[in-house]
């Protein structure tokens, strides 16, 4: 038998009108308005929109970065005018409007920041693009769990495990995909066990997860420590993929380079997202999936494997986040480093909330991450006079506003977290 879909039936996880998300703007836009404005600095801003070695250059743009502030911040004050007027006739403020918000935001900040001095735009995005495929991966992971109704807090770990497998299979092997394919395999595996225990033993799906992180963090350290340090060069030297420039569109001004001139690891990430999306919203193999995570008694009753399907779908997904760790080494740095992700894995599972257990959405407020963790490392070098433990903490704290404020009040699938005894 097959189950028929109303329209926008499972389509997105539900959003409730909430009063946070407007007050927050207002307490942001007041912050942009205000101290990067009127109270900004007096001093001239440039934006360079191309790189340095880019065939076509766009001119750079010059301006004081207190008209930055004031400028940018009237713009946000209208959106927060706009999100209170959308609440008031009891509608949820759009997601993507949070998005847009925290974007010029970053602007904004980029400009109060780099006063003096100029804002290499082109070099920021497409580091933040990189910097945000561990979480981009371990998102969609999020997203394939927990739409079949399975909570999966370890994705932390098999981050780190899809990490390390890389990194060493790469080296031993001298081959970075055998790493890459290697690093999907250990991170499925390890998402087997958690599916195992959480779907054919019903135990308590967090307390499996948080085992899971603790016993891979254990492991990767104890071998990083006793084996990796000891024989570096022959252990853990993969190196990375090189960077791929696709003919005539790395050459589009601003975005050819962010998009189209990059490591196989972000076009994986580019493939997959709609892939993700087509499967889960426009096939039936979709809608049963949801089905599970929803209805789960329902889904049952029209013939559809309850535990199977989410077996094979968390197990995919541990597939997913093992090459979001294989971005982090072969993809980006190049080797693994002990507890190199950093809790990545849990600003994931806040991305896949934010997100609403959609996987476009998911992949923009990653973004938002990624900007932030680029941003930590570049306002060092533009303000040493920030303490850097508060720099530190920017992408944490991020996250909170993010999950706490913008994110409003959401329905998550109907049956996460719950196991299903068939009957």
């Known amino acids: ?52 070695r880019a065939s076509f250059q766009l001119p750079a743009i010059e301006v004081m970065s207190h008209m930055v502030g004031l400028v940018l911040g009237a713009l946000l004050v209208a959106i927060t005018v706009l999100a209170f007027v959308w609440v008031k006739l ?34 920021i995005l497409g580091n933040a693009i990189v910097l945000a495929l561990p979480i981009i991966f371990g998102g969609m992971a999020g997203v394939m769990s927990e739409r079949v109704g399975v909570v999966n807090i370890a994705i932390e770990g098999q981050l780190l495990t899809g990490a ?52 891979v963090i254990g492991i990767t350290n104890f071998l990083y420590s006793q084996w990796l340090t000891t024989d570096a060069e022959n252990t853990n030297a993969p190196g990375t993929f090189e960077i791929v420039a696709i003919p005539v569109l790395s050459e589009i001004p601003i975005l050819g380079p962010v998009l189209f001139e990059n490591r196989v690891t972000v076009y ?34 029209m013939g559809i494997n309850v535990g199977a399907t989410r077996f094979w779908w968390v197990t995919m997904g541990g597939a997913l986040a093992g090459l979001g760790g294989a971005a982090l080494t072969i993809g980006n740095v190049g080797a693994f480093g002990k507890e190199m992700t950093g ?16 996987p476009f959405y998911m992949s923009a ?37 993010a999950v706490v404020g913008f994110v409003g009040k959401v329905r998550p699938p109907a049956a996460v977290g719950k196991p299903y005894v068939k009957e």
């Open 90 to 123: 009891k509608r949820p403020v759009p997601l993507w409007w949070s998005l847009v918000f925290g974007f010029i935001s970053i602007v904004a900040l980029l400009g109060w920041l780099a006063a003096g001095d100029r804002v290499p735009f082109a070099f």
């Open 1 to 52: 038998m097959s189950i028929q879909a109303t329209p926008g039936m499972f389509s997105l996880a539900e959003a409730k009108v909430s009063w946070k998300a407007p007050w927050l703007m207002a307490v942001f836009a007041a912050i942009v308005f205000v101290g990067f404005g009127l109270l900004g600095r007096r001093e001239p801003v440039v934006y360079t929109l191309t790189s340095d």
């Open 365 to 401: 407020a990653a973004l938002l991450f990624g900007f932030s963790i680029i941003l930590r490392v570049w306002a060092n070098q533009v303000s040493p006079g920030i303490p850097t433990d508060f720099i530190i903490m920017v992408p944490y704290l991020v996250t909170i506003i």
């Open 164 to 215: 390390f497998v890389a990194a060493v299979v790469s080296t031993l092997t001298g081959n970075l995909y055998l790493g890459m394919v290697a690093a999907t395999i250990a991170a499925a595996l390890m998402s087997m066990v958690l599916a195992v225990f959480a779907i054919r033993y019903l135990v308590d799906q967090i307390i499996v997860g948080v085992v899971l992180n603790v016993l």
């Open 343 to 358: 809790g990545q894995g849990f600003i994931a599972l806040a991305v896949v909330i934010l997100g609403r257990w959609h």
């Open 268 to 301: 994986l990430a580019f493939l997959l997202i709609p892939l993700l999306w087509f499967v889960l919203f426009r096939t039936s193999l979709g809608l049963r999936a949801r089905s599970v995570g929803e209805y789960p008694t329902a889904a049952d009753t």
